[in-house]
């Protein structure tokens, strides 16, 4: 049984001007150990689209199963990774850590330990009382992914969770995501990450969702079998890049006419 199964999913908004259809007819399924990301133009509702599976929001026609049942309501299962990070500014990262739990009626003599390990899992040992304004873009985002991963959700959802970091604070947390994923002791059970960066989608993800413009839907769905490390140089990671990034700018894949180097080429320049 699929983990998370989304089942020709529609999403449209009334406006002045009549009805803005976000999403037509998207269908994918999310297994146990699976990490997936979806790539796509801005506007074609990727955002959206995690609301949706955590329940934050009703698509308009289809539905979203979560391990066989209709996702109804704010799924407790699931939990998101903000690109705004989305940290109460009055409480220190031990009370933003902990909110979560609280929320879901946990006991103080539970909350504790609890916070203490994710604050440990995410690299945050010592700045327990510290507030937002005091720590830098990367480790506020800690903070947000400790408060997502202390609930154990079995599903972790990533909404751009890297843009808004320097180059290498976001490599960094990329390797960490990548060892919590792989780690069978630590939430979650499947990760779904939303980027508007292929080489960040294809260095992480087992597979690719690729959205067109909108109205959104899959034009393709792309299994990443590179090995792990992922080195961004290799010629197989530049044509993959290459590809998806056709993918979003044309509508269709790459022809295969051009030589593995020219697209490699052309992918680098184009990013």
């Known amino acids: 049984m699929a983990l998370i199964r989304v089942e ?16 037509q007819d998207i269908s994918f399924e999310v297994k146990d150990s699976d990490f997936v990301a979806i790539v796509g133009p801005s506007g074609c509702g990727k955002s959206t689209l995690l609301r949706l599976i955590q329940g934050l929001d009703r698509p308009t026609a289809g539905r979203i199963l979560f391990r066989g049942q209709p996702v109804d309501g704010v799924a407790r299962q699931m939990a998101m990774v903000f690109q705004s990070f989305a940290l109460y500014p009055w409480l220190t990262v031990s009370q933003n850590v902990a909110f979560g739990l609280e929320a879901l009626g946990w006991s103080p003599e539970r909350i504790a330990p609890q916070v203490e390990k994710y604050i440990d899992v995410t690299g945050l040992d010592g700045f327990q009382e510290a507030f937002p304004r005091e720590l830098s873009g990367g480790m506020r985002q800690r903070v947000g992914l400790a408060r997502a991963l202390a609930v154990e959700p079995s599903v972790l959802l990533m909404d751009e969770p890297f843009s808004a970091l320097d180059a290498l604070t976001a ?12 780690d069978p002791a630590l939430p979650p059970d499947a990760v779904i990450l939303v980027t508007h960066n292929i080489e960040e989608a294809i260095e992480l993800a087992d597979r690719v969702l690729v959205l067109s413009r909108r109205p959104g839907h899959i034009l393709a769905e792309i299994p990443i079998e590179l090995p792990r490390p992922r080195d961004r140089k290799s010629s197989a990671f530049y044509d993959m890049t290459d590809r998806v990034y056709s993918l979003i700018t044309e509508g269709r ?19």
């Open 8 to 23: 020709h999913l529609d999403k449209s908004f009334p406006s002045r001007h009549g009805t803005i259809s976000i999403m």
């Open 253 to 271: 894949p790459t022809t295969g006419a051009e030589p593995a180097g020219e697209g490699a080429e052309r992918a680098g320049q184009m990013l």
């Open 171 to 182: 490599e960094s947390l990329r390797d960490e995501i990548l060892q919590l994923w792989q």
